[in-house]
């Protein structure tokens, strides 16, 4: 297990993505996952490079994730999770997934990251997106019991500036 779970369990469109992404990179030693929607299309960005895979599947998409309404590419979640536990391994003072929700419930999605980085210490400190109405399912599936939940308003502020949490 990290050292120190933190999870943020905030409303759609809080703005939790965008300022966990600006708060990650202000690290200076972040790695993982982000979903930031830019321009009304959803991406995976790799924390550590800001590299975006497009998550959106479109028509000619022969096997999507599908949950709900949307369809994912199942290339660019393999691809980001192989990037995660890559940086995982270095040892990164943050690591950072968001969003763990349904697709995660099914073990798809970045659950393969998420798995990785609960079975190992390699993180000081793991920092999880939680879909909110799926929080407590989720905390179950993955055995998530200690983790401290943060209000989103922290790392907006200059109240959470260091991975350590001063």
Same mark, same amino acid.
């Given at each position: 297990?990290?050292?120190?779970?933190?999870? &943020?369990v !905030?409303? %759609?469109g809080?703005? %939790?993505?965008?300022?966990?992404?600006?708060?990650? +990179?202000?690290?200076?030693d972040?790695a993982?996952v982000?979903q930031p929607t830019i321009d009304? *299309? =959803?991406?995976?960005?790799? *924390?550590?490079?800001?590299? +975006?895979l497009? #998550? !959106?599947?479109?028509? !000619?998409?022969s096997? /999507?994730?599908?949950?709900?309404?949307? @369809?994912? @590419?199942?290339?660019?979640?393999?691809?980001?999770? =192989?990037r995660? *536990?890559a940086? #995982?391994n270095?040892? /990164?003072?943050?690591?950072?997934?968001?969003?763990i929700?349904?697709l !995660?419930?099914?073990g798809?999605g970045?659950? /393969?990251?998420?798995e =990785?980085?609960?079975?190992?210490?390699r993180a000081? @400190?793991?920092l #999880?997106?939680?879909?909110?109405?799926?929080?407590e399912?989720?905390?179950?599936?993955?055995? &998530?019991?200690d983790?401290?939940?943060?209000?989103?308003? =922290?790392?907006?502020s200059?109240t959470?500036?260091?991975?350590?949490?001063?």
């Amino acid at each position: 297990m990290p050292r120190t779970i933190w999870s &943020i369990v !905030e409303p %759609k469109g809080s703005g %939790k993505t965008s300022t966990l992404l600006a708060w990650a +990179r202000r690290q200076g030693d972040a790695a993982g996952v982000g979903q930031p929607t830019i321009d009304g *299309v =959803r991406y995976l960005e790799i *924390v550590e490079t800001g590299e +975006r895979l497009r #998550l !959106e599947a479109g028509a !000619e998409e022969s096997d /999507p994730l599908l949950v709900g309404r949307y @369809r994912f @590419r199942r290339e660019a979640f393999r691809q980001a999770n =192989r990037r995660a *536990v890559a940086a #995982l391994n270095l040892d /990164p003072a943050v690591f950072f997934l968001d969003e763990i929700g349904a697709l !995660e419930l099914e073990g798809e999605g970045v659950a /393969p990251a998420l798995e =990785r980085a609960l079975a190992t210490n390699r993180a000081g @400190r793991l920092l #999880l997106v939680i879909r909110e109405h799926l929080a407590e399912d989720i905390r179950e599936r993955f055995g &998530i019991h200690d983790d401290e939940q943060i209000p989103l308003a =922290r790392f907006r502020s200059d109240t959470t500036n260091r991975a350590d949490g001063t």
